[in-house]
C-alpha cells in the first residue's frame, strides 16, 4: 500500500523494509530522540513488526526522490472506536532533516487520518529537552495536554479542527511545492489484497458518500482522492457496512 501526494511517497512497512528501519532506529541519530533506547535485535524486530502489521495501525516509509529516508506512523488508530491515535516521525537520511520534506510527510498523515480515516484526537508524545521536534509539531498545531509539565515524554495533542485551521495555507504552499497536483493517491498492492487489508477498505470508499475515482493498472488499485485544501473531503465510515478490523481478523 502507498500514498502519494505532494510529490513524496508513503509505503505502508513490510517485512522487506524491516531491517533497515531496525538500523535506523539503533543509530544514535534517532534513538536519542527516541524514549526506548536499547540495542532491538532483528528478533525483536520481527515480533514488534508482528504486533504492528495490521489495520490499528499505519507505519510508513517515507519515500522521496526513490530514495527511502525515514519513518512516519499513527498507531493504535480504533477508527470506529474513539478514532484517536498516536503519531511519530524520524527522518534517517541527514540531508533531507532541515528541509520541507517531513513537513509533506505529516501533512499526508494527517490528512488521510483527519479527513479520510474519520480520525479524531491525534496524540504525539516528545521528550522533554527536544526543542526542534516541539517546535515543528506545535507549528503544526499540536498542543501541550494539561499536566505534563514535569513529564519526560509529553503528550501533545491536535484535533481535527485546529488541523485544518493551522495547516490552510501550508497545505496550498505544499502543493505548489509538490508540482501543483492536489490529489493523493491511494494504491492497493497484490500483497494488501492476499493479506486481507485492502478489500474492506476498499468497500468502504465503495459505498462512502464521496464519489471517488479509481482504476486498475497492472495489477494495483489506485484510488485518486481529490481534496480542496479550502474545503477539505471529510468521510464519514459507516462500520456496518465494511469493517477492515473484522476481515483482517477473520483472514488472520
Ligand atoms: C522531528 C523532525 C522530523 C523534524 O524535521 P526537521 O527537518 O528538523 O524540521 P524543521 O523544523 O527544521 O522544519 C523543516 C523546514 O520546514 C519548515 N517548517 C516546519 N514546519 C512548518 C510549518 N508547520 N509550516 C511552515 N513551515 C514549516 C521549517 O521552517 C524548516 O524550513 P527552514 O529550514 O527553511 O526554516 C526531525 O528533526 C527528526 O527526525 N528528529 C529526530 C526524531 C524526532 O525527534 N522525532 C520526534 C519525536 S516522535
Known amino acids: ?101 517531513p513537513v509533506l510527510a505529516s501533512l499526508i498523515l494527517l490528512e488521510v487520518s483527519f479527513f479520510y480515516l474519520g480520525g479524531k484526537d491525534s496524540y504525539i508524545r516528545i521528550l522533554k529537552d527536544n526543542i526542534s521536534s516541539i517546535k515543528y509539531n506545535t507549528r503544526l498545531g499540536y498542543e501541550l495536554c494539561p499536566n505534563q509539565e514535569n513529564v519526560e515524554n509529553q503528550l501533545y495533542v491536535l484535533t481535527p479542527e485546529r488541523f485544518k485551521e493551522k495547516t490552510a495555507e501550508l497545505r496550498k504552499a505544499a502543493i505548489k511545492v509538490g508540482g501543483g497536483d492536489p490529489n493523493i493517491y491511494l494504491i492497493w498492492e497484490k500483497e494488501d489484497y492476499d493479506s486481507g487489508l485492502a478489500q474492506e477498505s476498499d468497500k468502504l470508499l465503495e459505498e462512502g458518500e464521496i464519489d471517488v475515482p479509481n482504476k486498475w493498472e497492472n495489477g494495483n488499485h489506485i484510488w485518486y482522492l481529490a481534496d480542496d485544501p479550502d474545503n477539505p473531503n471529510i468521510q464519514k465510515l459507516d462500520p456496518n457496512k465494511a469493517n477492515p478490523y473484522k476481515y483482517y481478523e477473520k483472514n488472520k
Open 1 to 101: 500500500m502507498k500514498l502519494i501526494k505532494y510529490g513524496l511517497t508513503l509505503k505502508r512497512l513490510t517485512k522487506e523494509d524491516i531491517e533497515l528501519l531496525r538500523i535506523w532506529r539503533n543509530s544514535e541519530s534517532v534513538n536519542r530522540f527516541m524514549e526506548y533506547r536499547k540495542y532491538i535485535t532483528p528478533e525483536m524486530q520481527e515480533k514488534w513488526f508482528e504486533s504492528i502489521n495490521n489495520p490499528n495501525n499505519f507505519y510508513y516509509i517515507i519515500i522521496y526522490n526513490d530514495e527511502k529516508i525515514g519513518l512516519i506512523n499513527d498507531k493504535g488508530f480504533d477508527r470506529f472506536g474513539k478514532a484517536t491515535s498516536e503519531a511519530g516521525l524520524f527522518i534517517a537520511v541527514d540531508k533531507y532533516k532541515n528541509t520541507f520534506v
